[in-house]
């Protein structure tokens, strides 16, 4: 079930989800719905980012040194 409510937006904001809602076949809800809801995935993102370097400040981060050998050497030798 959708939920209707009124926004305010400028107008070059109006005229732009206009343009994108009839380049894309869509409504201007539809726009503006996936405006917010690339905004929220955005957010989430920093969140994200906030709470792994929260836990690394607390947490060493090391790489298990036979690893990061086995890396090194499965790199392709390039003279420079």
Not at 11 to 33: G, H, M, N, T, Y
Request: charged fraction near 35%; avoid cysteine; aromatic fraction near 8%.
């Amino acid at each position: 079930m959708n939920t209707k409510t009124a926004i305010s937006v400028p107008p070059e904001v109006f005229k732009l989800s206009e343009r994108l809602a009839k380049k894309w076949k869509i409504s201007r809800s539809a726009v503006f719905a996936l405006g917010v809801t690339k905004l929220g995935e955005e957010f989430d993102d920093e969140r994200i980012t906030e709470r792994l370097n929260e836990f690394y400040s607390k947490e060493k981060a090391e790489i298990d040194p036979v690893m990061a050998r086995m890396a090194a050497l499965s790199l392709p030798k390039e003279e420079w």
